[in-house]
């Protein structure tokens, strides 16, 4: 199993461009998440899933969209960027046990 | 904010027992008692969780107070690998996918 997969793993865009962060899982997990993380900090959730078609805001859901048509994918939207979403998103899943598995992190640059 | 807290920072010798305090003086009775690790900037990883009896594993063990107000980690060896943040979580029985980081602890095992 490949795990918890993210792509890119860096990215660098100027204000006001568009992106989508992809996450993929091959252990048919239900529960997918996304996270940021800035400098220093913990991690917080951004938005979360509980299965294909169905998603919730986290704590920090302000200018990102998702979206889980796949058991398997779950993509996050900057809709337009802006300096402050400069940081390091990681996704995760989990089925209803006890260990949230973690993808690489994909380290965010917006100018 | 946060429903845990930790000291921000430790040191420990390699080859010694690290032992990794946690408060979580307000948690319900139907929260368990996760503990994390993130090792420089990759996705974090599982490393124990308890409700309220002791728990050990191939990693580490955990111990938590009676009263379930405060737990300890215990890594019995600590090595150079073992350097990281170490994050303790406390999470609701059915809050799958949602994790609530504080700022962890970060440990140094020195040589």
């Known amino acids: 199993n490949a795990g918890v997969t993210q792509t890119p793993k860096f990215q660098v865009l100027k204000t006001g461009q568009s992106m989508t962060l992809q996450c993929a899982q091959d252990?048919?997990?239900?529960?997918m998440s996304w996270y940021r993380q800035d400098p220093g900090m913990g991690l917080r959730l951004i938005h979360y899933?509980?299965?294909?078609?169905?998603?919730d805001q986290g704590e920090v859901p302000n200018g990102y969209n998702v979206s889980r048509s796949t058991t398997e994918d779950f993509p996050l939207r900057l809709l337009s960027a802006a300096p402050s979403q400069t940081s390091v998103y990681f996704c995760a899943s989990t089925d209803r046990g006890d260990t949230q598995y973690f993808g690489p992190g994909t380290r965010l640059t917006v100018l | 904010d946060a429903k845990t807290t930790q000291p921000p920072s430790m040191d420990c010798a390699e080859g010694r027992a690290a032992n990794l305090p946690c408060n979580h003086s307000?948690?319900?009775?139907?929260?368990?008692v996760y503990w994390y690790r993130q090792i420089h900037s990759q996705g974090p990883q599982y490393i124990i969780h308890g409700l309220k009896n002791n728990e050990t594993n191939e990693m580490a063990s955990l111990i938590i107070t009676e009263d379930r107000k405060s737990s300890t980690l215990i890594l019995p060896h600590a090595t150079l690998r073992d350097t990281a943040v170490y994050y303790c979580i406390v999470r609701a029985t059915d809050s799958w996918g949602k994790l609530q980081f504080g700022a962890g602890t970060q440990v140094v095992v020195t040589p």
């Open positions: 307000t948690i319900s009775g139907n929260e368990y």
């Open positions: 252990m048919n997990h239900e529960y």
């Open positions: 899933s509980v299965g294909a078609g169905i998603t």
